[in-house]
Nanobody, 125 residues
Framework: QVQLRESGGGLVQAGGSLRLSCAAS????????MGWFRQAPGKEREFVAA????????YYADSVKGRFTISRDNAKSTVYLQMNSLKPEDTAVYYC??????????????????WGQGTQVTVSS
């Protein structure tokens, strides 16, 4: 069983930056593709970014492309989401997730097997 724990959320002004971290334990982290998703109040959970098990392939939602960067450190069993030029519409609870398939990163939440508890990101205007 894989446990995922997000950290790094908080309150930031529009135009600012935050770096989210997701630490994994209890599984073969370096074999999993990893993803970040977010959920705003009253909305569906939506895809943000994903990265392959090796880190060699990444995939982004159009809404964050050019502003957010996903990366991973397999030695530390941690995946990161660097968020720059934040907008009020980025406000949400951000979740990391692990995909046991050793395939390309996917934006489908149904392909992910393990989820963290989430971290709140609030962007003020």
């Amino acid at each position: 069983q894989v446990q995922l724990r997000e950290s790094g959320g908080g309150l930031v002004q529009a135009g600012g930056s935050l770096r989210l971290s997701c630490a994994a334990s209890g599984g073969a982290f370096n074999r999993y593709a990893m993803g970040w998703f977010r959920q705003a109040p009253g909305k569906e959970r939506e895809f943000v970014a994903a990265i392959s098990w090796s880190g060699g392939s990444t995939y982004y939602a159009d809404s964050v492309k050019g502003r957010f960067t996903i990366s991973r450190d397999n030695a530390k069993s941690t995946v990161y989401l660097q968020m720059n030029s934040l907008k009020p519409e980025d406000t949400a609870v951000y979740y990391c997730a692990a995909d046991r398939r050793m395939g390309p990163p996917t934006g489908s939440k149904y392909e992910y097997d393990y989820w963290g508890q989430g971290t709140q990101v609030t962007v003020s205007s």
